[in-house]
């Protein structure tokens, strides 16, 4: 059964801050690997998804990495800003038309200002 | 353009009631599913729909049956409803995109079962 693991599952940090948020698995076989933004009470939006084949993808002031080898993925968010507070959830697919995903438990950012 | 539409957003049951959660897209997407989400814990896959006419169980499919007589919809229909089914579920669609589903998600619908 694959397993997603993100640590820590709540986040404090200063407007400002550099940060980088964890998520490993324990499938290897992974088709590709998302991160999601969730708001209080709305649903999930998508923000990167990284393809077996790549090793990063880009969005903004966001930064997303695959390592499948050691299992795990990064978020990089540069230069927080207060909107960026929100809970921030990876998923690995495993299926190759994607669309069945297995979710980590999330990670509760709060960017103080 | 709507995106990915759930009905009710909040629901209260007791114990051994029916209800049907609905889910519809106007995005023409293939796949539906529907997930639950429990504190702490990350979504988890109940069912899902490659198509119209075509369903099959995800991770928790226990107490829940769906059906998928047209491509827009994707009812979740819990037949007699016990607190453990007490979550937030949502319902997400995709399309393949480059070898990659992007999916969409619904703004979640609570349900407490008492």
């Known amino acids: 059964k694959q397993e997603v693991t993100q640590i820590p599952a709540a986040l404090s940090v200063p407007e400002g801050e550099n940060l980088v948020l964890n998520c490993s698995f324990t499938?290897?076989?992974?088709?590709?690997l998302q991160w999601f933004r969730q708001d209080p009470g709305k649903g999930l939006t998508s923000l990167l998804l990284i393809q077996s084949s790549q090793r990063e993808q880009t969005s903004g002031r966001l930064n997303a990495s695959l390592d499948k080898s050691s299992g795990r993925s990064t978020l990089y968010i540069a230069a927080s800003q207060p909107g960026d507070s929100a809970t921030y959830l990876c998923?690995?697919?495993?299926?190759?038309?994607?669309?069945?995903?297995?979710f980590g438990g999330g990670t509760r950012l709060m960017v103080k200002p | 353009n709507a995106g990915v539409t759930q009905t009710p957003k909040f629901q209260v049951l007791k114990t051994g009631q029916s209800m049907t959660l609905q889910c519809a897209q106007d995005?023409?997407?293939?796949?539906m599913s529907w997930y639950r989400q429990d504190p702490g814990m990350g979504l988890r896959l109940i069912h899902y729909?490659?198509?119209?006419?075509?369903?099959d169980q995800g991770e928790v499919p226990n107490g829940y049956n769906v059906s998928r007589s047209t491509t827009e919809d994707f009812p979740l229909r819990l037949l007699s409803a016990a607190p453990s089914q007490t979550s937030v579920y949502f319902c997400?669609?995709?399309?393949?995109?480059?070898?990659?589903?992007?999916?969409?998600f619904g703004a979640g619908s609570r349900l407490t079962v008492l």
């Open positions: 995005m023409n997407h293939e796949y």
């Open positions: 997400a669609s995709s399309i393949s995109r480059s070898g990659a589903n992007v999916l969409t």
């Open positions: 729909s490659v198509g119209a006419g075509i369903t």
């Open positions: 998923a690995g697919t495993y299926n190759n038309a994607g669309n069945m995903l297995t």
């Open positions: 499938d290897s076989a992974i088709y590709n």
